[in-house]
T-cell receptor, first 109, second 115 residues
Framework: DQQVKQNSPSLSVQEGRISILNCDYT??????FLWYKKYPAEGPTFLIS?????DKNEDGRFTVFLNKSAKHLSLHIVPSQPGDSAVYFC????????FGPGTRLSVLP | GAGVSQSPSNKVTEKGKDVELRCDPI?????LYWYRQSLGQGLEFLIY????????KSGLPSDRFSAERTGGSVSTLTIQRTQQEDSAVYLC?????????????FGPGTRLLVL
């Protein structure tokens, strides 16, 4: 039973456009949410986080939105760049970290 | 400064053998995590060390798995009597503080293949 779901295994976006990556969770005890980016043969790197007391957090081109009632969060990247091509994991924290299966983003030049 | 390092980067072993995976966290980081990522899956939490507190072992999948952290620094994850389903990438991460306060920095992982 997956507590954190990323229903799109892959996403392709044109350079300069917006990328929207989605994540759904089931455990209402989660109160902290993160996005990580992973390149092949490397460990994940932290991108952005949000606490459950907020509904939006922004850092440069990256914005995370949290909808607690829907148990849904999304990562917006705008404008998308070819270097953003990677696998993106969302993660939730309650008592320990639970990661989604990832979405592979391809930004096409 | 140096990031999190893991060794070996790749390990091939035969079913039934024991393996040890090593993690060198960022110097001064009090928290250390082990995860594994099986093919097509997300990261699965295994164990969490925080300072001198008793580790959170709630993610270890069986008693064949154990981990130690010596002197608050280097950690070793041991898998005894390996099975084919143990094949995965094992990732280590460290952070300067608690889960909600400080970012986790991941190592490159150890890719384990059990034949």
């Amino acid at each position: 039973d997956q507590q954190v779901k990323q229903n799109s295994p892959s996403l392709s976006v044109q350079e300069g456009r917006i990328s929207i990556l989605n994540c759904d969770y089931t455990n209402s005890m989660f109160d902290y949410f993160l996005w990580y980016k992973k390149y092949p043969a490397e460990g994940p790197t932290f991108l952005i986080s949000i606490s459950s007391i907020k509904d939006k957090n922004e850092d440069g081109r990256f914005t995370v939105f949290l909808n607690k009632s829907a148990k849904h969060l999304s990562l917006h990247i705008v404008p998308s760049q070819p270097g953003d091509s990677a696998v993106y994991f969302c993660a939730s924290y309650g008592q320990n970290f639970v990661f989604g299966p990832g979405t592979r983003l391809s930004v096409l030049p | 400064g140096a990031g999190v390092s893991q060794s070996p980067s790749n390990k091939v072993t035969e079913k039934g053998k024991d393996v040890e995976l090593r993690c060198d966290p960022i110097s001064g980081h009090t928290a250390l995590y082990w995860y594994r990522q099986s093919l097509g899956q997300g990261l699965e939490f295994l164990i969490y060390f925080q300072g001198n507190s008793a580790p959170d072992k709630s993610g270890l999948p069986s008693d064949r798995f154990s981990a130690e952290r010596t002197g608050g620094s280097v950690s070793t994850l041991t898998i005894q009597r390996t099975q084919q389903e143990d094949s995965a990438v094992y990732l280590c991460a460290s952070s300067a503080g608690g889960p909600r306060q400080e970012t986790q920095y991941f190592g490159p992982g150890t890719r384990l293949l059990v034949l």
